[in-house]
Structures are given as structure tokens and as C-alpha cells.
């Protein structure tokens, strides 16, 4: 067949060589049967020219051999319908992120689920991907499920903040949208708006904080690695906070991992000096290393009065907040279990 030899050979279509693929059907078979009661086109004559999308809409269906320029610009003019094209391996990607989300989702992982799906944001905007192809399809539909599980998160966490009696629920409730959806773009703004509102309400502020203070030490619960900062950021709440419905929650998490551990006393703010002699008042409030296997580049964590942390590096404090560090550190290790 000229046209298809043409596709094959001729150098001035080798661009769109990857974007279709060539399938010859003979007229005089039951093949063609099925195709031509399903796809109708124009003219009488042969060969006849089908351009179908990958979900299965016609693009093009007429009759001749498309001489010339008729060819490339035709398929100009079916590209602009096609959406976004993606290769094979990149179908690939796509189907590997999507199955291992939804198996996470169906484990009741939903943070795991969307962080894992947020993985595909290299290849387009989630749930926008643009592809008529059926896995990337299977991915927008999934990223709108996602999406759609995120509003109502975020409406739960609305009417439960409006309500004294569930109010540090309704902040946890957003605190733990925000860490978990922000990632999805229908979302974001949405996220931000609700937690600036709520940091805006001065009777509301301070029962956010501390929420997100126990959403970041509950996610860290369930991260073996994490379970040493998570006993210290619980213990510290309860120590902070004593006889409250933080206190409270805090140690109910702890005892149900095994992981309760006598609270630390609060610890006070200091001044804190630089290498190079700046300074901020601060609590020591964890520590760590960046390369935890080797126990290299030792680093701290200071949070401010205003509920703002910064990671600073061991090398880079003065040698007497050093010496102050040490005590913080040992009072730290020593509360973990």
C-alpha cells in the first residue's frame, strides 16, 4: 500500500512516526465487516484513510491516498484533537504510579496513595494529564476521586471548627488535609484559603498550631524511623499542655503504640547565637543527623515563639550554644523510649 509505505519511508513525516499507529485492514473480510459498521467515511473509492483516537473517536474517514502536502497536513489536523501524546514508557509510568496508588488507597494509605500518585506531576497537572489514552484516562478519573476526598475532608474540617465542643477535631481534620491534598492543584488554593482563615481568627490560631504539631507527630507514629521525633513532639505537647483535649489525645496515641514515656518538662526559650553571631530565641525542640546510617552532619531543630521551626546544622551554632545543645539533646534522648 503506497500510503503505508509512504508513513514508513518518506523523512518529512519521521516526526510523526510516534504519535500513530499503522493498521491495514483488506476490504473483502469479516475484519472489515466489524470495522465499517462501527466507523463510517467518505468517498467510494481506495484506499480509505481512518484516523481513530485512542479512546476510539473518529478523527478522520475518507476516501484517496492523500498525494502531496494533503497527508502531513491532515495529520496536523487530527493531532489538534489528539490531546497529549505520551510514549510507551511513559504509559508505563503512569500505570505503575496508578496501580500501586490505588493499592495503597484500598489499604486505608491515603497519604501514601497521593503521595505516590503525586509522582506522576513530572509528566502533567494530576487529574489533567490531557491523554485519551486509557490508563492516562484510568489516572484522571483516579486523581479526581482523590480530589473529590479531599473537598470533603476539607468540609468535615470546616463544620467541626465552627463547633466549640469539636474544635481541635476539625483542626486536625485540616491540618491533616493540608499535609495529605495539598500536593492535588484543584486543591491547593482551596487549603491554603481555609488554614490563612483560620490563622486570621485569633480565638482559632493557637488550636491550629498545636494541631499541626500533633498531625505531624501522629504521621511520624507510623514511620519507624519517625517514632523517636513523634515520642518527643507528643511528650512535649502533653508537658506543654497539661489537662487538655491535646494532652489528652497525645497520650492516648502513645499508649496505643507501646510507646508512652515519662513527659519531659517544658523546656524554656533561649537565645541562640550563630558561627557568625546572629541570634534567635528559640526551644530546642529535636535534633537529627543528614546522613543518619554514618551519623554525619549533625544538625538541630529550634522552634520560635511564633510556632515557626528552622533546621539548623550543628557546625553552624557557636561553641556556647553547643554546650547548651548537648544538655537539650541528652534531655531529649533520654525521654525517648
Known amino acids: 500500500m503506497a500510503l503505508l509505505n509512504r508513513l514508513q519511508t518518506d523523512q518529512s513525516l519521521a516526526r510523526y512516526a510516534g504519535w500513530f499507529i499503522p493498521l491495514k485492514i483488506e476490504t473483502n473480510g469479516e475484519e472489515w465487516r466489524k470495522w465499517a459498521s462501527q466507523y463510517r467515511h467518505e468517498g467510494s473509492s481506495i484506499p480509505i484513510v481512518f484516523v481513530v483516537r485512542a479512546d476510539g473517536k473518529q478523527l478522520y474517514a475518507r476516501s484517496g491516498s492523500l498525494p502531496g502536502q494533503e497527508l502531513p497536513l491532515m495529520l496536523e489536523q487530527v493531532l489538534s484533537q489528539a490531546g497529549t501524546i505520551y510514549n510507551e514508557q511513559q504509559l508505563q509510568i503512569v500505570k505503575s504510579s496508578l496501580d500501586k496508588s490505588q493499592e495503597l488507597l484500598a489499604a486505608g494509605d491515603t497519604a501514601g496513595a497521593v503521595r505516590e500518585f503525586s509522582k506522576l506531576s513530572k509528566l502533567g497537572a494530576l ?7 486509557q490508563t492516562a484516562v484510568q489516572a484522571d478519573s483516579f486523581a ?6 479531599g473537598r470533603t475532608a476539607l468540609t468535615e474540617a470546616n463544620e467541626k471548627l465552627g463547633q466549640d465542643d469539636t474544635r481541635l477535631e476539625g483542626a486536625l481534620v485540616l491540618a491533616e488535609t493540608k499535609r495529605i491534598y495539598s500536593v492535588l492543584t484543584p486543591l491547593k488554593n ?4 481555609a488554614a490563612s482563615a483560620v490563622r486570621a481568627n485569633p480565638e482559632l490560631r493557637d488550636t491550629l498550631k498545636l494541631a499541626e504539631q500533633l498531625d505531624e507527630a501522629r504521621d511520624l507514629l507510623q ?3 519517625g517514632q523517636r521525633r513523634a515520642v518527643t513532639a507528643l511528650n512535649r505537647i502533653i508537658a506543654e499542655n497539661p489537662g487538655t483535649p491535646a494532652a489528652k ?5 502513645l499508649q496505643a503504640e507501646n510507646l508512652a514515656a515519662p513527659a519531659v518538662a517544658a523546656q524554656t526559650f533561649r537565645s541562640w547565637t550563630s558561627d557568625r553571631g546572629t541570634t534567635v530565641e528559640a526551644v530546642l525542640v529535636d535534633f537529627g543527623y543528614g546522613d543518619p546510617a554514618a551519623k554525619k552532619d549533625p544538625f538541630v531543630v529550634l522552634e520560635k515563639r511564633d510556632g515557626q521551626r528552622v533546621t539548623v546544622p550543628w557546625a553552624r551554632l557557636s561553641v556556647e550554644s553547643q554546650e547548651l545543645a548537648k544538655g537539650d539533646v541528652k534531655k531529649i534522648r533520654e525521654a525517648a523510649p
Not at 190 to 193: S, T
Not at 249 to 253: E, N, S
Open 223 to 225: 514511620k519507624p524511623a
Open 190 to 193: 482551596d487549603i491554603v484559603a
Open 249 to 253: 489525645l497525645a497520650g492516648d496515641w
Open 144 to 149: 479526581q476521586k482523590l480530589v473529590e476526598q
Open 127 to 133: 487529574g489533567q494529564l490531557g491523554s485519551y489514552a
